[in-house]
């Protein structure tokens, strides 16, 4: 078990500082489990930054990403959690995230990034989170992700919700040639991003149904469209337990 809270990276000469809450350099294969990173502030990368990180894989699995915050200067901006190589054409790293809640965490830009990588989302819940808030209005990207050259996403059995705030769920910028992000059997509050390759089974334009989104409670109503709507082979985890030891699979079929 991990528990990362309460730090805060920043520099007072006006430059960015990195990582809140876990800052990987190097190539390391790492996995975090039954963890929170949590109330962690940054100019760039408020929770998790990963860079220089070829060729290796880090698991973030059952835990809780949420109330990082980043402290906001002009001229630099960041994203919740970002992963990206310093050496152009290098191995790709992975980052395979299963089970994570990731909520109330304020950004200036999204709250995913990958760049030349690999991002695997699966079982997943995205919640709460304040994007876009960069004072330069030319780097207000979006919500939930951006993509950059060579970055590669999967999105499954997972709940994207984010606010109607004018901006895309998903950012690529126009300089982007070589990128790709896919879902399935994933409930989006808005309608799928026109970068998603659709593989089936998504909901859009859904209300997941919280328990009670206000006060954090992300479990689901009995009559949420999420419920029983993933796919069983989707999951990694043993035990299949979710960010809050729940049962992963409820009745037959994992929400």
Same mark, same amino acid.
């Given at each position: 078990?991990?528990?990362?809270?309460?730090? *805060?990276?920043?520099?007072?000469?006006?430059?960015?500082?990195?990582?809140?809450?876990?800052?990987?350099?190097?190539?390391?294969?790492?996995?975090?489990?039954?963890?929170?990173?949590?109330?962690?502030?940054?100019?760039?990368?408020?929770?998790?930054?990963?860079?220089?990180?070829?060729?290796?894989?880090?698991?973030?699995?059952?835990?809780? $990403?949420?109330?990082?915050?980043?402290?906001? !200067?002009?001229?630099?901006?960041?994203?919740?959690?970002?992963? @990206?190589?310093?050496?152009?054409?290098? $191995?790709?790293?992975?980052?395979?995230?299963?089970?994570?809640?990731?909520?109330?965490?304020?950004?200036?830009?999204?709250? =995913?990034?990958?760049?030349?990588?690999?991002?695997?989302?699966?079982?997943?819940?995205? &919640?709460?989170?304040?994007?876009?808030?960069?004072?330069?209005?030319?780097? *207000?990207?979006?919500?939930? #992700?951006? =993509?950059?050259?060579?970055?590669? &996403?999967?999105?499954?059995?997972? /709940?994207?919700? @984010?606010?109607?705030?004018? =901006?895309?769920? /998903?950012?690529?910028?126009?300089?982007?040639?070589? @990128?790709?992000?896919? %879902?399935?059997?994933?409930?989006?509050? *808005?309608?799928?991003?026109?970068?998603?390759?659709?593989?089936?089974? +998504?909901?859009?334009? &859904?209300?997941?149904?919280?328990?009670?989104? #206000?006060?954090?409670? @992300?479990?689901?109503?009995?009559?949420?469209?999420?419920?029983? &709507?993933?796919? +069983?082979?989707?999951?990694?985890?043993?035990?299949?337990?979710? %960010? !809050?030891?729940?049962?992963?699979?409820?009745?037959?079929?994992?929400?």
């Amino acid at each position: 078990n991990v528990e990362i809270w309460g730090n *805060k990276s920043v520099r007072t000469h006006g430059h960015s500082a990195r990582a809140g809450g876990v800052f990987v350099d190097g190539r390391f294969n790492i996995d975090f489990e039954d963890f929170t990173i949590s109330n962690n502030e940054a100019t760039s990368g408020t929770a998790i930054e990963i860079a220089n990180n070829e060729g290796a894989t880090i698991n973030f699995t059952r835990g809780k $990403i949420d109330n990082n915050k980043e402290i906001i !200067i002009q001229g630099w901006n960041g994203y919740a959690v970002q992963s @990206y190589a310093a050496i152009p054409n290098s $191995i790709p790293n992975t980052v395979n995230i299963e089970s994570v809640v990731f909520s109330n965490n304020n950004t200036s830009r999204t709250t =995913l990034a990958i760049f030349a990588g690999n991002l695997n989302i699966t079982n997943c819940t995205f &919640a709460n989170n304040i994007s876009g808030q960069n004072q330069d209005v030319n780097f *207000k990207d979006g919500n939930f #992700l951006t =993509l950059d050259k060579n970055g590669f &996403a999967t999105i499954k059995n997972s /709940i994207i919700d @984010y606010s109607n705030n004018g =901006l895309p769920d /998903i950012f690529v910028g126009s300089w982007v040639s070589n @990128y790709s992000v896919s %879902a399935q059997n994933t409930l989006f509050t *808005k309608s799928i991003p026109t970068q998603v390759v659709n593989l089936g089974n +998504n909901l859009s334009n &859904a209300n997941p149904l919280f328990v009670n989104k #206000l006060s954090g409670n @992300y479990n689901l109503q009995p009559n949420s469209p999420a419920i029983d &709507a993933g796919n +069983n082979s989707f999951l990694a985890l043993s035990p299949n337990l979710d %960010a !809050i030891s729940n049962n992963r699979i409820y009745n037959n079929t994992v929400d």
